[in-house]
């Protein structure tokens, strides 16, 4: 769906170590997100870019950190995870700020 | 703080039937608002996109309306079809903040 991998799909992983989750996208949007989806709390905001090395953090940065070197690639790392972070995440694209968010398929990470 | 309800949480409803689904929303410096469906274990699939300055956007058998005095808007959905049946989400774009504030879906299902 609009030229957005995100890579694994799948993951799990003990908690205490560190996690990488990647987007690419191939639409040469400058914009690119990461959502979190849980039961009860919907989709909620981690962090965002707005260019390569321009980023910004959401309503729940804390425990994560993400990386933009380059135009088509969006980096979030959980540098310990711990068992809150077990959760959905979603990478999303947009051309601008007012313009339509557009969706990867998720990567769906356990931490034990 | 922007907070955006969904009511109801679930609808179930026969083919053939149009429908409404409705989303409302507590601040009115939006700049848009956005709708999505997701079907189980995918990503988002956005609808329709209304800016702050329209009343409503149209695409085949979907009608979004946008009423900001009231924070209120509508999906209609025309001559459902067993393949509308999926989580249909709404999200605002608070001003002045990189951040749609979303709501918790409605899932709607289709029954032949």
């Known amino acids: 769906d609009a030229g957005i991998t995100q890579s694994p799909r799948h993951k799990v992983t003990e908690t205490g170590t560190p996690v990488t989750l990647r987007c690419h996208q191939t639409e040469n949007h400058r914009y690119m997100y990461w959502y979190r989806q849980d039961p009860g709390h919907g989709l909620r905001l981690i962090h965002y870019?707005?260019?390569?090395?321009?980023?910004d953090k959401g309503e729940v940065s804390d425990g994560y950190s993400v990386s933009r070197s380059k135009t088509e690639d969006f980096l979030l790392t959980l540098e310990s995870a711990t068992s809150s972070q077990t959760s959905v995440y979603f990478c999303?694209?947009?051309?601008?700020?007012?313009?339509?968010?557009?969706f990867g398929d998720g990567t769906r990470l356990s931490i034990l | 703080k922007q907070e955006v309800t969904q009511i109801p949480a679930a609808l179930s409803v026969p083919e053939g039937e149009n429908l409404v689904l409705n989303c409302s929303f507590t601040?009115?410096?939006?700049?848009?608002l956005q709708w999505f469906r997701q079907d189980p274990g995918k990503g988002l699939t956005s609808l329709l996109l209304?800016?702050?300055?329209?009343r409503e956007q149209t695409s085949g058998r979907l009608n979004a309306s946008l009423d900001k005095s009231s924070g209120r808007s509508t999906l209609y959905i025309a001559a459902s079809q067993p393949g509308d049946s999926a989580t249909y989400l709404c999200?605002?774009?608070?001003?002045?903040?990189?951040?749609?504030?979303f709501g918790q879906g409605t899932r709607l299902t289709i029954n032949p």
């Open positions: 601040d009115s410096a939006i700049y848009n």
């Open positions: 999303a694209i947009s051309l601008g700020t007012n313009q339509p968010q557009h």
């Open positions: 209304i800016q702050s300055s329209q």
């Open positions: 870019s707005y260019g390569v090395k321009d980023t």
């Open positions: 999200a605002a774009l608070i001003q002045g903040a990189q951040k749609l504030v």
